[in-house]
């Protein structure tokens, strides 16, 4: 009986099933960013997420205690983003990221969440893409893809940000 309902459970969900998941798609997503002092990295996140093809999306930053400089940039930010930007702080305390991201939720106005790390450039169509897998009951993962190191460095110092704001 096992095998069979592992079977079951591993086939693919029916016509009648993704049109009831298509219809319980969230109206307003909230995107969740981790940051602890790497306003070079947040600054690399925040112009990825300018250029979603999905606009029906807010940010909110979580920061688990940062120097002022990232509230500066979440700042700077704000008037350039087609959408809602929320910076949600609390004292450097050591390594509380469960916490303000807990914190973050409570700030959000979605219906759904996406969480991204602090470092983690999305995909023009990482919104669009959560939106349209959106289940009510289900949680949906990802991962991310390692660039070598060089790269990063060079996404974090501006450049590469700048060609993919290009785009």
Sequence with gaps: MNDLRNQESAKP???RDRVTSALSAPDLISVIVATYNREDALDAVLAALARQSDGRFEIVVADDGSRPATAALVERWRPRLPVVLTHVW?????????EIRNRAIL??????CLFLDGDCIARPDFIATHRRLAERGWFVTGNRAALAIAHRCSVARGPAAAEL???
């Design 90 to 98: 609390h004292d450097d305390r050591g390594f509380r990221a469960a």
């Design 13 to 15: 969900p029916r016509a």
């Design 107 to 112: 700030a959000s106005r979605g219906d759904y």
């Design 165 to 167: 704001e290009r785009r």
